[in-house]
C-alpha cells in the first residue's frame, strides 16, 4: 500500500445514495441522495441522513439532485453530509476527495461539481471519475474491463482500455431502478390499492420481494394458475411505522380477521425487473441489457472484443435482483461466439458500494496520485484543468502505437515475428515481439505484440498485413517497401534463410512481375512522397520450401 500525503475522503455520488467515507475507513456511510418532505411531518424537510429521523415514511415527497440536475440541491446535500466528515481531526481544507459522477462518462450538461468543492467546500485537491471507471481502472490484473453500471437513473454499459473509457463503446439504457419502481406503482395502483405517492414503501417492495426470471414465459404460466399450484404469488405486508418499518414478504394467508394492510404481489414479481432484458414489454423501444452489451462490444476494436467479455463487471443497485447475474451471463452468451465471465460479487462485496471501495483501493495504491487537480490550478485554469485531468476517453479517431496480432499455434507466431520485424508501415520500422504472458489468451495459441505504428496505421491495416501467416496450406505473405533499393536488399538478404523471395505479379499483368527496368525507371523520376502509403508500392513475395 502507498502512503498518501492528505486524507483523502471518497464519494461516490449515486442517484439513489451517496456512498462516502475516508480512505482509512473499513466501510462507507450510505446516504440518500435526496431532500425529502413527509405529509404528516409539514414543519420539517429531512436533507441527505436525516431522513433516518423520519417515524413516518407514508406519502414522502423526493427532491432528487439528479434528476433534473439541480446544482442547489446537489449542494445542501454535500453540505449536510460534510458537516459529520469535517469533525474528524482531519479539516476539509487539509483533505482531498475523489467523487463520482455519471456526467463524467458523457460530458453533456454544465458541471459546477468542482466549483462547489473547491470554492465552498475548500478542498485541496479534488479527482472526478465515473463509478464505473472507478471499477474498470483499479482490475489491474487486465488491460480491459467491461462494466455494466445498472443504478437508480439508468443502465449503461462502459468498455475500459487502459485505464481509458472507449467513448464509442458506451452504451445508455434509459432504464433504472427509479422506472422500475415507478412500473410497480402504476400496476398495484391500477389494480389493487393506491400507492401513487407511496414511492419509498413500493420502492423496498420491489427490493424485497422481485427477481429475474431465467424462464420467463414458463413463470407466467405458473402465476395464471390458482392455489397451491402457484408457487410465485406472495403477499407484502406494508409497514405501520410504529411496530414494522419495513414491508414483510410472506405466503399467502388466509385468515378472515387478519387486520394487516398488505398487497398481493403475484405476476409483478418477476415482470418488473424484465424490463430491462426486454423494455418493450413496458413500452420502451431499447435495446435491453444483454444486447446493451453485445452492442458495446461491436464498437470496441476487433482485438479486444474477446477479452472485454471475459472481464465484465456489474455494479449498482439492480444487479441484486435475484438471478440477474445468471440470466445475463445466459443472454449475452447465446448472442456471441466466445466465452463470457462476469462477476457482481467480489470477496463479499455489495454491488452498491463497489464505487467506493475501488476509489479507496485507488487512492491507497497511489493509482490516481498525480491526476488530482489542486485548487491552486483550479483557480489559474478553471474548468478547463478538470477536464484535461479527469475526461480520458479513447475516441474512434485516435489511433494508438501499438497493436496486437492472435495466431492459432506458436510456430505461426515465431514465423510472422522473424519476416515482419523491423518492416516499415508508413515509413516506421515496426517491432514485433512475443506479447507478454499474462496477455496471452488461453484460447490462442500466441499473441505478437506490434509496437512503433505510425498513427495512422489502423486495426484493419495491422490486420491486412498479418493475416497471410498462420495459414497451414499456403504459406506466402506480402511485404510493402518504399523503394526498390530496399527491396533488392531485402531480398538479397532473405533468399536462402528457409524461404523464397521474389517481386509479386502485377495485377492483370499477364504473368509480369513487378521490378522491371521500366518500373524502376519511373520511380527514379517521381520519387514517392512522405504521404504516399507503402502499400500503394512494390511487393514481396515468399513462399517456404
Not at 137 to 155: A, I, M
Not at 208 to 226: M, N, P
Request: proline share 3%; glycine share 6%; hydrophobic share 40%.
Amino acid at each position: 500500500m502507498v502512503a498518501t500525503r492528505h486524507r483523502t475522503l471518497i464519494m461516490d455520488n449515486g442517484g439513489h445514495s451517496i456512498k462516502m467515507g475516508w480512505n482509512s475507513d473499513e466501510n462507507p456511510r450510505v446516504i440518500p441522495n435526496s431532500i425529502v418532505k413527509g405529509k404528516n411531518e409539514r414543519k420539517r424537510v429531512f436533507v441527505g441522513e436525516e431522513l433516518s429521523e423520519c417515524t413516518d415514511r407514508s406519502s414522502l415527497f423526493f427532491l432528487l439532485p439528479l434528476e433534473k440536475v439541480n446544482w442547489d440541491v446537489q449542494q445542501q446535500i454535500w453540505e449536510r453530509s460534510l458537516k459529520d466528515q469535517s469533525q474528524e481531526i482531519f479539516r476539509i481544507k487539509e483533505s482531498r476527495i475523489v467523487l463520482t459522477h455519471p456526467n463524467v462518462l458523457a460530458p453533456a450538461i454544465k458541471d459546477e461539481s468542482c466549483e462547489i468543492l473547491f470554492e465552498m467546500f475548500g478542498f485541496g485537491e479534488v479527482f472526478k471519475s465515473s463509478s464505473a471507471g472507478l471499477v474498470g481502472q483499479c482490475k489491474r490484473q487486465s488491460r480491459v474491463v467491461l462494466v455494466v453500471d445498472s443504478g437508480f437513473s439508468f443502465t449503461h454499459v462502459v468498455p475500459i482500455l487502459d485505464d481509458k473509457i472507449i467513448q464509442e463503446g458506451v452504451v445508455r439504457m434509459d432504464i433504472g431502478g427509479k422506472l422500475l419502481t415507478n412500473q410497480l406503482k402504476e400496476w398495484i395502483s391500477y389494480r389493487e390499492l393506491n400507492v401513487v405517492e407511496e414511492t419509498f414503501v413500493i420502492n423496498e417492495c420491489k427490493e424485497d420481494s422481485c427477481y429475474v426470471s431465467l424462464q420467463f414465459d414458463k413463470d407466467v404460466e405458473i402465476a395464471r394458475c390458482g392455489g397451491e399450484d402457484n408457487t410465485i404469488v406472495r403477499e407484502y405486508v406494508l409497514p405501520d411505522f410504529s411496530i414494522r418499518h419495513r414491508g414483510i414478504i410472506r405466503e399467502p394467508v388466509r385468515v378472515l380477521d387478519d387486520t394487516v394492510q398488505k398487497i398481493r404481489l403475484n405476476i409483478e414479481r418477476f415482470s418488473i425487473p424484465e424490463a430491462l432484458f426486454n423494455p418493450s414489454n413496458i413500452g420502451i423501444n431499447q435495446m435491453g441489457v444483454a444486447e446493451c452489451i453485445v452492442h458495446s462490444i461491436k464498437k470496441c476494436p476487433v482485438n479486444i472484443r474477446e477479452a472485454l467479455l471475459q472481464n465484465i463487471y456489474l455494479i449498482g443497485g439492480n444487479t441484486k435482483f435475484p438471478n440477474f447475474q445468471q440470466r445475463l451471463l445466459e443472454e449475452v452468451s447465446s448472442m456471441v461466439e466466445w466465452k463470457v465471465n462476469m462477476s457482481k460479487d467480489v470477496d463479499g462485496q455489495d454491488p452498491i458500494e463497489r464505487g467506493w471501495r475501488a476509489g479507496k483501493r485507488m487512492v491507497n495504491g497511489g493509482m490516481i496520485e498525480k491526476r488530482f487537480v489542486t485548487k491552486e490550478q483550479y483557480a489559474e485554469e478553471g474548468e478547463e484543468a478538470c477536464a484535461r485531468a479527469f475526461f480520458h476517453f479513447h475516441r474512434g479517431n485516435e489511433k494508438r502505437q501499438f497493436g496486437f496480432v492472435e495466431f492459432m499455434g506458436e510456430e505461426d507466431a515465431d514465423y510472422a515475428i522473424k519476416i515482419m520485424n523491423m518492416i516499415k508501415l508508413y515509413g516506421k520500422p515496426i517491432k514485433v515481439n512475443k506479447a507478454s504472458a499474462h496477455e496471452k489468451n488461453m484460447d490462442v495459441g500466441a499473441n505478437v505484440f506490434i509496437g512503433n505504428l505510425d498513427p495512422e496505421v489502423d486495426e484493419k491495416l495491422l490486420f491486412d498485413t498479418f493475416s497471410a501467416f498462420g495459414s497451414h496450406s499456403t504459406r506466402f505473405a506480402f511485404v510493402n517497401f518504399a523503394s526498390f533499393e530496399a527491396s533488392d536488399a531485402a531480398m538479397e538478404a532473405m533468399n536462402g534463410q528457409a524461404i523464397t523471395v521474389s517481386y509479386a505479379f502485377k495485377k492483370d499483368g499477364h504473368g509480369e512481375r513487378h521490378g522491371s527496368a521500366a518500373e524502376r525507371l519511373l520511380a527514379q523520376q517521381n520519387p514517392m512522397f512522405t504521404g504516399d502509403r507503402p502499400n500503394q508500392t512494390f511487393l514481396l513475395y515468399w513462399n517456404t520450401r
